[in-house]
């Protein structure tokens, strides 16, 4: 099990179990919350940490709809 921790002072930190629930990105375009399957990504080896996010429903329908 992977998870995320985080010292919020000298006497709290917290760990958080990383899951195929609990990962989320803001979209790229309106800034909604967008829910994460992180197991989707793994081993691709274009997946960056920093640089990857995912449209939301609506926004993914309009650039599609776009092109
Ligand atoms: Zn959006």
Request: net charge negative.
């Amino acid at each position: 099990m992977f998870y995320v921790k985080e010292t919020i002072n000298d006497a709290v930190e917290v760990k958080v179990e990383i899951n195929d629930e609990n990962v989320f990105c803001h979209c790229p375009r309106c800034g909604k919350e967008v829910h994460v399957d992180i197991n989707e990504f793994m081993g691709d080896e274009d997946f960056d940490l920093y640089a990857t996010s995912l449209y939301c429903d609506d926004c993914g329908r309009k650039v599609r709809c776009d092109k």
